[in-house]
């Protein structure tokens, strides 16, 4: 593969998926990630930190999000701002051309103690983002807290509900069922 091709990130981000796999994450180096996709060592630090952000991607989703919960209509509860949100997550992030690459992604992420701390501290900080974007709508401190974990549960679960199905369903259905099901269950407690 050319070093001129686009898509650089995406390429390192496949290569260390299939490099983690093949060896381990711990048995893989930034040098052997960017060999395999066709790049250089610069190439990769001009995309990523650090091999741990090939899986966790910056700050791509947490503006995502907040973007959506600013961008949902004024009369949007928090909670309806919330599903704004992970629409566009769905849109975005979790789509069927994605499915396969974010399962690989997961696996590994299972398998490795350190990037399950890191996936738990990426998940504080999108709760959050996602609260302070809640707070910049009017929406009070409590409340605001409340939407955001709440939404991020249902965006757990929605997240293994769309990893178990095989057929296309769309992310953004199964967020808003999820949603559903959360305030449901909150409802009960």
């Given at each position: 593969?050319?070093?001129?091709?686009?898509?650089?990130?995406?390429?390192?981000?496949?290569?260390a998926?299939?490099?983690?796999?093949?060896?381990?994450y711990?048995n893989?180096?930034?040098?052997?990630?960017?060999?395999r996709?066709?790049?250089?060592?610069?190439?990769?630090?001009?995309?990523?930190?650090?091999?741990?952000?090939?899986?966790?991607?910056?700050?791509?989703?947490?503006?995502?999000?907040?973007?959506?919960?600013?961008?949902?209509?004024?009369?949007?509860?928090?909670?309806?701002?919330?599903?704004?949100?992970?629409?566009?997550?769905?849109?975005?992030?979790?789509?069927?051309?994605?499915?396969?690459?974010?399962?690989?992604?997961?696996?590994?992420?299972?398998?490795?103690?350190?990037?399950?701390?890191?996936?738990?501290?990426?998940?504080?900080?999108?709760?959050?983002?996602?609260t302070?974007?809640?707070?910049?709508?009017?929406?009070?401190?409590?409340t605001?807290?409340?939407?955001?974990?709440?939404?991020?549960?249902?965006?757990?679960?929605?997240f293994?509900?769309?990893?178990?199905?095989?057929?296309?369903?769309?992310?953004?259905?199964?967020?808003?069922?999820?949603?559903?099901?959360?305030?449901?269950?909150?409802?009960?407690?």
């Amino acid at each position: 593969m050319a070093r001129w091709e686009p898509n650089a990130a995406e390429r390192l981000a496949h290569a260390a998926l299939d490099l983690f796999a093949e060896r381990g994450y711990e048995n893989t180096t930034v040098i052997d990630i960017a060999q395999r996709a066709g790049l250089g060592k610069s190439t990769f630090f001009r995309h990523f930190q650090d091999k741990r952000e090939v899986l966790f991607g910056g700050r791509a989703i947490s503006g995502l999000l907040t973007e959506a919960i600013a961008a949902a209509p004024e009369t949007a509860t928090p909670l309806e701002a919330i599903a704004h949100a992970l629409e566009a997550a769905g849109r975005e992030v979790f789509t069927p051309a994605r499915r396969e690459l974010i399962a690989r992604r997961q696996a590994v992420i299972a398998a490795n103690p350190e990037l399950q701390e890191r996936e738990a501290l990426k998940n504080l900080a999108l709760i959050a983002s996602m609260t302070d974007a809640l707070k910049e709508r009017g929406i009070p401190d409590l409340t605001a807290r409340v939407a955001a974990e709440l939404g991020a549960l249902a965006a757990a679960i929605a997240f293994e509900r769309w990893s178990q199905t095989t057929a296309g369903d769309d992310f953004s259905e199964i967020a808003r069922q999820a949603l559903a099901d959360v305030q449901t269950s909150t409802a009960s407690c």
